[in-house]
């Protein structure tokens, strides 16, 4: 499975950005997908993820503002990332893996390239 993050660039405080991973290769068995980001000097943190049965959850930081979607051909996961602040500020990456997995376990076999997130006025 390979994965493409994109979506990334800058946004003003307040703003909106979208972010898309697009997987490829063997897509049919993914169950669970996810966005985590990381910011400079600080460790990979959980953002939202979704199951096959589109179940979602996501980071208290991000609750009410980031919504986590599955596009129709569901190879497709998205991030609209609402009423962005500076804090947001980091490199978003996307997973996948083939079981269905909580917010906290980052333990996926698939990982996109990264793509980065500036807030700033």
């Known amino acids: 499975v390979q994965l493409q993050a994109s979506g990334g660039g800058l946004a003003q405080p307040g703003g909106s950005l979208r972010l898309s991973c697009v997987a490829s290769?063997?897509?049919?068995?993914?169950?669970?997908m996810g966005w985590y980001y990381q910011a400079p000097g600080k460790q990979r943190e959980s953002v939202a993820i979704?199951?096959?049965?589109?179940?979602?959850n996501y980071a208290d930081s991000v609750k009410g503002r980031f919504t986590i979607s599955r596009g129709d051909a569901k190879n497709t996961v998205y991030l609209q990332m609402n009423r962005l602040k500076p804090e947001d500020t980091a490199v978003y990456y996307c997973?996948?893996?083939?079981?269905?997995?909580?917010?906290?376990?980052?333990?996926?076999?698939?990982w996109g390239q990264g793509t980065l997130v500036t807030v700033s006025s």
């Open positions: 997973a996948a893996r083939y079981l269905i997995g909580s917010l906290s376990n980052m333990n996926y076999p698939y």
């Open positions: 290769g063997s897509v049919y068995s993914i169950k669970h």
């Open positions: 979704i199951n096959s049965d589109d179940s979602t």
